[in-house]
């Protein structure tokens, strides 16, 4: 197996085409392994040192980090594997993590939590937003309709997918209106059981469904395009 610097690593290179060579790298394993979609690059930053996943991730500068993960995710994307950025956001903390509470104000979001995913998905056109276990302002990341729907999607024209961590869901519609596309690892809230009486009662709309389907088709099609570019190349 090929031996990958952890992110803090990485990103003390200072350097963005290592990040992309890195991720072409990760790409390039991840698809001769049958792996559609790399759960990875981590950027989360560094404002807790209690964080027990802080080596995975870029530091503490939103700069430097944006930087090194446009890199990444290009190099990944450039192998026909989506790239997922995680965890979307505020994520400081291992510990109770699906109960902690992250306030965060406007400015700080906007200077200091954020700019690394706009990055990605502005310049780099990454094609997985992974959202965090964490609430943010009172509310789970993966029903926060104002940081994945109105920011991700509207703001930043994210037009790949939104999917949860593993287990990061609690409620159906609120999930489900709250710009969530995929609950992983498997749809315990977002079914059919679940979700046809609330299409049926008005409170999810069949235009929101549809969306999700899109966005999980598009991206699909996107990746195996570029796979079939590759084979058409390599051949």
Partial sequence: STAYPAGIALAATWDPEMANRIGAGLGRDARAKGVNFLLGPGVNIYRAPMNGRNFEYFGEDPFLGARIAVGYVEGVQSQGVIATIKHYMGNNSEFD????????DERTQWEIYLPIFEAAVKEAKVGAIMDSYNLVNGQHMSQNGILNT???????????????????????????????DL????????????LLPAI???????????????RI??????SEEHTSELQSLTN
């Fill in 150 to 180: 109105d920011v991700a999607k509207k703001d930043w024209g994210f037009r790949g997918i939104i999917m949860s961590d593993w287990g990061a869901a609690h409620d159906a519609v609120g999930v489900t209106n709250g710009g969530l």
């Fill in 97 to 104: 993590r699906n109960r902690i509470n992250s306030q965060i």
């Fill in 217 to 222: 088709v598009r991206t699909a099609i996107r």
């Fill in 183 to 194: 609950e992983m690892p498997s749809g315990v809230f977002m079914n059919r059981a679940n």
């Fill in 200 to 214: 049926q009662a008005g409170t999810v709309s069949t235009a929101t469904i549809n969306d999700k389907v899109r």
